[in-house]
């Protein structure tokens, strides 16, 4: 075989893997739905579920709140309609009146059209824009774990809490540690091995540790 | 593996089987034609133009439910829709009224001098624009029309209707294949016959004026008023517990959703039909929108526009408004309320340019009309399963839904 030193894998001087979570994949959508729903009782600290495309009401089993993103797109379309209103009057009543077929200056079924689109753009810009900061995307820190989640296959990830090194302890007070360990014992407790053997109880069929990957690393 | 799902639970959904009506809601409905047949007989005697447009009004009404209810189950089919499945029979118990439309069509003719003035010789000889649309514009060839657009609207119905009542009995696939191909013929031809009515039994009553809109226009308040007849059944039957288990708020999310969008496009093309008359400013067009702001008839233009647009559209707009059947059936009545407010402001403005006339006639023509269309309607639910129980598409639908 020759030198085996030939074979030895040169070593990267990367910093050492952090724990993102677990994953579990599933088999089709009504297994992650109920095992969604389990798992929600399980209350741990943070979970997401991933599929290809959009199950109704999983949502709802993973317990997440409605966004407000509606309130967003509605304040939008209010202020692109009053744009709308503005730049119409005061361009055609205002600066620059011009008599049309004798019209009066304020025609208003003219400008109509002019409401509905600016009320629509700015809606619709905003709504884009909103959704994209409520889901904080884009995320250049996190990388998929599997590209087939987006194709054929279920999962359910577990997320590895973010608990603070000793050294960062070490420069907190003492009321701000009891805050922070109150707020950990309200949820079940991570810990790998036991978040691998829950999803596998769930009905998992491929149970995995992912660590966290940014787009670049 | 959706299909082995679908399959484990086809077994779970229990046949509702068929609506049977209490005799006493039967009793009321047959009073309430009664009553109506009585009252417009007498309307058309005592006061023939009052009478006759009462009768056209109410007879336009409850024959856009009719075709209202042949038209989303088109929609359904072809677009191979899953949602609806679940309340897709209902929307076709409405085309069991369609034989009284033939019965509506007939009586109206004999009203004919009464409502349109294109009928009288000595008024369209002279009038160059009259004289020109005579060809179109004349009694032979309106009868025609109609009785053949009502022809193809019931043979039509009945096939489409027929196909998806034979499913019950075998749960065929091929039935649904055949109504998709069915349901688009039957979208061009409705298009097609529907504008004519429209503008036959409506635009024609004033026969100088014109709008190449006016048949869309129709259709708008057709589709959100038979989306509300949907709606308003779809929750009756909801409380009556018959629908347990297989309509439950995302079905009535989406018909809250679908009544909405239609509301809004009624707006936009009730605008649009009235922006591009004002724009243009011609004589022979503007003199029909100068008819419903003078008067009486601007508050009901006024009206119009808040309950037929701003009411709904601001009602319907939060999501829990769609998800809750009781907000749900007060919007869908007050809905089906304005589009009789708006035939009434289509109508009679050629007759009474004082201001709207509100009273016995119309509410007789409403009771005559709607007593029958009730029974009819019933009639077709207390014999039919009021679920298309092995339609392929139910339990996904249900269960899809079901969360």
Redesign the interface.
């Known amino acids: 075989m020759g030198d085996p030193s030939v074979y030895t894998p040169v070593t990267k001087t990367a910093k050492a893997p952090v724990l993102a979570g677990v994953v579990g994949f599933f ?4 297994s992650l739905m109920e095992a969604t729903k389990k798992l929600r009782e399980a209350n741990y600290q943070s979970f997401d579920a991933f599929s290809p495309f959009p199950i ?2 999983l949502e ?2 993973q317990g997440l709140k ?1 966004s407000a993103l ?1 309130f967003v797109t509605m304040g939008a379309g209010l202020t692109g309609f009053m744009c709308a209103v503005l730049l119409q009057g005061w361009t055609s009543v205002v600066s620059w009146p011009l008599n049309v ?1 004798g019209k009066p200056y304020w025609s208003w ?2 400008f ?2 002019i409401f509905f689109e600016l009320t629509v753009l700015f809606a619709g810009l905003a709504t884009v824009a909103g959704m994209l900061i409520v889901n904080g995307l884009p995320n250049l820190n996190k990388r998929a774990f599997d590209n087939n989640i987006t194709r054929d296959r279920f999962a359910l990830m577990i997320d590895a809490p973010k608990l603070k090194t000793a050294e960062e302890l070490g420069d907190m007070d003492d009321d701000e540690i009891l805050k922070y360990r109150t707020r950990l014992a309200k949820f079940k407790a991570f810990e790998e091995s036991e978040a691998k053997s829950f999803l596998t109880n769930l009905g998992a069929i491929d149970v995995k540790a992912v660590e966290q990957r940014g787009w670049f690393e | ?2 299909q082995g ?1 679908t399959d484990n639970h086809s077994t779970e959904i229990k046949n509702p089987g068929s609506w049977k009506l209490e005799s006493s809601t039967r009793g009321i409905f047959i009073g309430m034609a009664v009553v109506g047949i009585v009252g417009l007989v007498a309307s058309i005697i005592l006061s023939p133009v009052r009478g006759w447009s009462a009768l056209l009004m109410n007879h336009f009404f409850f024959m856009s439910l009719a075709l209202g209810g042949l038209f989303i189950t088109s929609i359904q089919y072809v677009t191979n829709a899953m949602w609806s499945a679940p309340v897709r029979r209902i929307a076709e118990s409405f085309s069991a009224y369609l034989p009284v439309v033939l019965v509506g069509f007939l009586i109206i003719c004999l009203g004919i001098p009464h409502l349109f003035s294109w009928s009288h010789s000595e008024i369209v000889q002279g009038d160059p624009v009259l004289e020109h649309k005579a060809s179109y514009l004349n009694v032979t060839f309106f009868v025609i029309r109609n009785l053949v657009a009502i022809a193809v609207w019931f043979l039509l119905g009945r096939k489409l209707v027929g196909n998806s009542v034979a499913q019950d009995a075998d749960g065929n696939p091929v039935y649904t294949l055949r109504n998709r191909v069915l349901s688009g013929a039957f979208i061009v031809l409705f298009a097609l016959t529907y504008t004519m009515s429209s503008i036959d039994l409506l635009m024609s009553l004033d026969p100088h004026w014109f709008s190449t809109m006016f048949g869309v226009y129709a259709f708008a308040g057709l589709f959100t008023s038979s989306l509300a007849l949907l709606t308003i059944f779809t929750i009756v039957l909801l409380r009556k517990g018959l629908l347990k288990g297989i309509v439950n708020d ?1 079905h009535l999310h989406d018909l809250g959703k679908f009544m909405f969008a239609f509301t809004i496009f009624w707006a936009y093309i009730a ?1 649009s039909q ?2 591009l008359i ?2 243009a ?1 011609l004589p022979e067009e503007t003199m029909y929108f100068m008819h419903r702001f003078d008067g009486g008839w601007k508050g009901i233009t006024i009206f119009l526009l808040l309950g037929k647009f701003l009411v709904p559209f601001f009602a319907l707009l939060p ?1 829990e408004a769609k998800r809750d059947a009781g907000r749900l059936m007060k919007v869908a009545i007050w809905i089906l309320f304005a589009q009789w407010i708006d035939l009434i402001w289509i109508i009679q403005p050629e007759f009474f340019k004082d201001g709207p006339k509100i009273g016995f006639p119309e509410v007789a023509g409403l009771l005559a009309f709607g007593g029958i269309f009730c029974l009819m309607v019933t009639r077709f639910l207390g014999t039919h399963n009021i679920v298309a129980i092995k339609d392929p598409k139910l339990a996904e639908s249900v269960l ?2 079901h ?1």
């Open positions: 088999e089709n959508p009504q109704h009401g709802k089993a409605r509606p077929g079924p003219a109509v059209p | 593996m959706a799902h995302n605008f009235y922006m004002w724009y400013n999501r899809h839904h969360q």
